[in-house]
């Protein structure tokens, strides 16, 4: 769009007012370091699917016109202005951040092809462009020269996406995913730019199709765009990447802490098709003592496929099979897709009818489409009656002992074809269309499912979700969708998990094994490998694919799983602090290297080695036949072996010797490893002794403990540790003491020598 030229501003609190010859803009001091970037090109629906509440604070701002452009000032930060809303940003000591490019689009590099040509290639299946695409809304920002592009969710991809280019709009592709895939699943138009001394973040806050070209179309500028709505993003400026996704995260909310058992090992195939199936499950996990927290219910654990039903033909009397389930540790966690069956007589279907609760054609009848049940139709989860129905049909589930809900097909996905653009959805009580609401389906249905399960249960809710928007993490985990038994998705999920943790989302996993495709053995062991450290830790496979559970190959295979499975239940009490870091700070759990290690340059790029929390550092085998690999160890501290003790300096590489029993893991000197007990599902045992294992070094850590269950601890009733290790000592420090049951012991390895020590007070100091 032409804004023209600047006429003249207003400045009311944080907000500056621009009026141009054809269009008005608004600069808006969200934080001192956040700004919100803002023109109404559509305002009835003016308002955020990802940002719930007021995060504005009381921000100073100071604005000048100067010459013939407009500098707006905060303590932080100065944005200047100039005609057709062109902006650049720079801090207050005067280091750019970030400017908008003042050329032409451009296709760097573009053959020049006749249009008889593109006919051509077109009819052997090619896909063409007939030259640059252009969009209602178009921002270009200069490339600097330097930048690394982090971010931006479930992309299929590597950890630094320069040079791609990506679309925004949720997509079922359930055929083997490939590195240069425009869109997938999830829309999360977060973007961190990292330059040397710079880092900042883009959110594009436009839940219509949207795009981002990454220096793919030309090397001079990146750029992002939409088709609809308005334009409105938020540069998120840090002093680190850290501080970037904390920032990020402080507008679309941090994920809350989990239940326990959530972080135990989960077991999953579409499809356990009967109770018999299930329950032979449940009794192979025990047999081969092999840890398991859950058990899932795919799809045809339904009557006919409806939703809120059984199906009493495939699983009777499943009340009881869920009870003797639960006797035995183990969870149950049911699918439910939108989809609701078109029957009458069905009492989902009925009520929905009844009340107008689902999406509508054009010609004003309820839209129909095909999906699992066959013929159905699909709630308009837009509008806030639709929603509360929805969250009080999870008593259905949870009355039956139901532990969580699985929402798949949520893009929605449709089998006659994608859903139309022009059906007809609501944004609460303003009819709109698919377009408009098709990137936040899923994340109204999670929120909704979450709100049901929380007001049904008073736990914690479990939800996973396939697709959604930006700032779902506060209601759901999610993971990378139906990905393939192939070693290239196991490599890739890494940096896809990574990418989803920077973009906010920090209970995430891939599926372990593979969905489609079959599994082999090695595959398998070195997948379950990595599964180990994901938030997520769940093996799932595909109908009409062999078996993947640990034991359904040869007793190597069984013994490797089995290993890294207990391990994982060895540190379930670090990744819950993990959690407990994560719902203060918005930071991840599955962490890329360069967010803890920016500054070393080495770690830019690398995309097969990841951090979980700040201390422990994977690198995994991710090649089939590999028994050694190559290991970045980051500059700024030594590095313990976490299987042998050996310690090696950073900045340094290693070849590690890794046959197919052996993950390469690494803890950053100056850990403190808090650890359980093996046991065979989360509550098993209580747990009065801590194990802590102790590295070289000075560090301080930080423990958390809670009931695991329910929200008592936002009352206040949890304890905290403080773990201080310095000059060879250890202290221990109860810091805040608002939960009854605490640790009666700890056992202490201090460099590979164990201590029993009770702990009777608030302090323990100096235990050698």
Known sequence: MNYGRIKYFNIEGSRVEITFENAVGYITAVTEEIINIFSPFKPECNHSFAIEGDKSRNVHVIANMVGNYIVISTSKLAIYVYDNFQTQIMTSDGTLICRDYKGEREAQGAAIITQEAIEQARMEGHAMSDGIAHHKI??????????????????????????????????????????????????????????????????????????????????????????????????????????VVSGYTYLTGTTPLPQLWTLGYQQCRWSYENRDELMSVAVSMRKNEIPCDVLYCDIDYMDDFKVFTWGEKQYPQHREMIDTLSEHGFKVVTIIDPGVKKEEGYSVYDEGVRNDFFVHGTDGRIYENVVWPGDSVFPDFGRRAVRNWWADKQRIMTDDGVAGIWNDMNEPASFRG?????????????????????????????????????????????????????????????WTGDNQSHWSHLRYSIAQMCSLGLSGMAFIGSDVGGFGSDCTPELLCRWTQVGCFTPLFRNHAAKG????????????????????????????????????????????????????????????EINDQFMVGQWLMVAPIVDQGRVSRDVYLPKGCNWYDFHTGERFPGGTRILREAPLDTCPIYVREGAVLPMWPVMNYVGEKKVDCLELVVYGGDGEYLHYQDNGTDFAYRDGEYNLYRFVSKRGCLSVELVNAGYAERYERFKINLSGKLFNVKFTGRRLNAIR
């Open 138 to 243: 178009e921002v270009l920002k200069c490339m600097e020269g330097s930048e690394c592009f982090y971010g931006l969710g479930d992309k299929y991809n590597f950890l630094n996406k320069k040079g791609y280019a990506f679309e925004m709009w949720n997509s079922d592709i359930p055929d083997p995913h490939y590195e240069s895939m425009p869109s997938l699943y999830k829309s999360i138009p977060f973007l961190i730019v990292h330059r040397e001394k710079v880092d900042y973040g883009i959110f594009f806050d436009n839940h219509h199709r949207t795009q981002f070209d990454l220096g793919k179309e030309n090397a001079g500028y990146y750029s992002f765009s939409a088709d609809d709505g308005d334009l409105n993003y938020y540069v998120i400026s840090g002093d680190s990447i850290k501080s």
């Open 418 to 478: 994608e859903i139309p653009e022009d059906v007809v959805f609501c944004d609460e009580e303003r009819k709109t269309t698919h377009s408009e609401m098709h990137n936040v389906y899923g994340s109204l249905m999670s929120k909704a499912t979450y709100e049901g399960i929380r007001r049904h249960t008073g736990k914690r809710p479990f939800v996973i979700t396939r697709a959604c928007y930006s700032g779902a993490q506060k209601y759901t985990t999610g």
């Open 545 to 604: 694919t062999r078996h993947q559970e640990p034991w359904a190959f040869d007793q190597q295979t069984l013994d490797i799983c089995r290993k890294y499975i207990r391990l994982r239940y060895r540190l379930i009490p670090y990744l819950y602090d993990c959690f407990h870091e994560t719902e203060s700070t918005g930071l991840p759990v599955f962490r890329p290297l360069v967010l803890e290690f920016q500054k070393d340059k080495n770690v830019l």
